[in-house]
């Protein structure tokens, strides 16, 4: 199934209560999981070491009331209720809000912004806004300042790459405290001094089996991940009911706030501290906006409000009141935890099914990570990495096989290094409230930029939750030295890598811009270029969407010929999560028809699917010839294009529609004897296996009513396709120019260069074969 055509059908079928129904079931399994086994470790780090649990039970109703409060407040009010509708065409987290921000403050991070980006629908989107120079005046000093300041641009991306590196860090760290969590049962059953040997060894190899068996992706067990949450949940609840009823049923007045207020004024600094082990209640709710762009809304709020935080409450609500009754228990420090107010007739099965909801939350954990890294990398803030799409039918599941075995040694690390949940919990816990901190931050913008909302809900939005996680924040920090300088180290390693690739491609881009050749020097060539034309159509790599890249020059001057029908392309990313199959292709002509030079610039969101070679080659050359067909920009002329500013004629662009088809028209399937040029290639599927690919030849339809000039220039686009496609690419070396400062120097000549090196080409390039590339080396100076 083309997974294009899917991701639309899908989101079609989201509108009935049917499908919504079934969405909310299915989220509890995505986007859940990691909320869900915070009952595993919140106590247990809650009176690690800061407070004690005393007879007048002050402690353990103040955590409760904690608890409580921190569920209501952040993921139901903050997320739920507000959050949620900040979506990008349906899409969510980090770059989603920023993706908004910058389109409607009109700040390009993307040095290849074209104004015509702003005419796709995607674009237009949202709240009834068409743009940056509409709606209300309300934001329009927030505008102004991030559009005058580029201080301020840069201090906002280095925010939003900072909240996608916690995010990246929390992949290190979810994993680790999941599962070292769930097994950790196991130390009721053996002695103090034992059971980290036992504990240890286990997490590791439930580790290693998770990140091992990524690369088949998650579409084959998929289907039991929410049945297991859902088990979960009820598992937990059912144990909260219990002991509320056996226990305490009066610990439902520590729902009271006021308990909050004892519990400070008791426990002072420890209880400040303990705060840190608390926060880790709403561990993955930045997980409900994250993958908002997989399900719905609604969904996600009928998930959370009536089955998950109903349940949580009753969980916590029932360790609190089997605490309460409790407070002689040896070695309470050690003792305190889920398992022991399980009751000891359903341990193990409840252990065995807490296992499995670990293992489930971890895993949409890494899956996000995978899926942020890839919009990072869509973005050009990540180095291109290899992206294998899982499944066939599913849009989204993805699998990075350099981030995933990074990921698995780095939670292997800190497994080993803390084994205990105190200290992975203290690292967890600042990653998590980081996170949430740069969403509160950039969330108060777009309400006053995007949604034209007074400033005075912003102010009010930024003080209210923001207080709150800055609270949360400092009893965090305050737990450096205890694990949580993990999250941070982390954190500043992937933001360095980050700025120092966008900066580099930044960089490149300029140069390209600054030495590009003039589109006169080209015409005053003449049709030939001076250089003999032979068969076939050359593909031309570049960054720059207008004007003609200087390696092109390299070419003409040193190559004794070259092809019949030259295409300079340019595949770009635009600040949208996708990019309707319609308008995904820009197409002009650069030069009179007689020689025959095209440039395509290709457009995807942050989150589209970049096709395989052979199917990228036949949309590609459709939409060369339906731009042919249109007969746009025909009015051109030898001698118009000589007296006018040819750096302007040329520069038409016709948005050129691929919808599912219509590459069909001038296509046709051929035998597997035939050939229809040296770029038909077999890839290697996930598994190892060669898979199956429909091979197909370009062809004129017979019933298109043309002009002959038309007709002509069609048929010389079918000859050379014919004829074969190669593509040229250029190497590029960079290097910081002479006088450049020493942190330049080093940015550029070894960060990005070393990033470089290791990087990936172009997605659609990836399977292209030997013989029909030719590569051609170049310095840049930046």
Known sequence: MDLEAAHYDTLRKRDSWKSVLLLAYQSLGVVYGDLSISPLYVFKNAFADDIEHSEGNEEIYGVLSFVFWTLTVIPLLKYVFIVLQADDNGEGGTFALYSL???HARIGFLPSGQVIDEELSAYKKGDGDVGPTSGSSRGSWIRALLEKSRFLQKVLLIFALLGTCMVIGDGVLTPAVSVFSAVSGLELYVSKEQHRYVEVPVACLILVCLFALQHYGTHRVGFLFAPIVATWLMCISII???????????????LSPYYMYQFLKKTQRGGWMSLGGILLCITGSEAMYADLGHFSQTSIKIAFSFLVYP????AYMGQAAYLSQHHKIEETSYKIGFYVSVP???RWPVFVIAVLAAVVGSQAVITGTFSIIKQCSALECFPRVKIVHTSSSVHGQIYIPEINWILMLLCLSVTIGFHDTKRLGNASGLAVITVMLVTTCLMAIVISLCWHKNPIFSIAFLLFFGSIEAFYFSASLIKFLEGAWVPI???????????????????????????????RWLLNLGPSLGIVRVRGIGLIHTELVSGIPAIFSHFVTNLPAFHQVLVFLCVKSVPVPYVQPE?????GRIGPKEYRLY???????????????????KELVSSIAEFIRSGINNSDSSTNHL?????KTNEKLAVIGTPFGLSEEYCEAVPDNESPGPSNVNAVGINGLVPKRKRVRFLLPKSLELDSAAREELRDLEEAREAGMSFILGHSYTRAKSGSGFIKRVAINFGYEFLRRNSRGPAYAANIPHASTLEVGMVYHV
């Not at 909260?240 to 520590?254: E, F, K, Q, S, T």
């Not at 440039?599 to 080659?617: A, N, P, S, T």
Request: include cysteine; glycine fraction near 4%; charged fraction near 30%.
């Open 101 to 103: 921000i910058c389109r």
């Open 311 to 314: 349940a949580l409450v009753l």
């Open 344 to 346: 000891e007739q359903v």
């Open 599 to 617: 440039r395509v610039i290709v457009r995807y969101g942050y989150r589209d699917i970049q096709k395989d070679d052979l199917e990228f080659e």
């Open 583 to 587: 308008e995904r292709f820009l197409v």
């Open 240 to 254: 909260g009911v219990y002991n509320i009823a056996r226990w305490d049923p009066h610990v439902l007045r520590a």
């Open 489 to 519: 180290a982390l954190s500043l390693i992937f933001l360095l890598v980050m700025y120092v690739w966008h900066y580099g491609t930044l960089k490149k881009y300029e140069f390209d811009v600054q030495n590009k050749v003039s589109i």
């Open 643 to 647: 007296n006018d500013d040819p750096e």
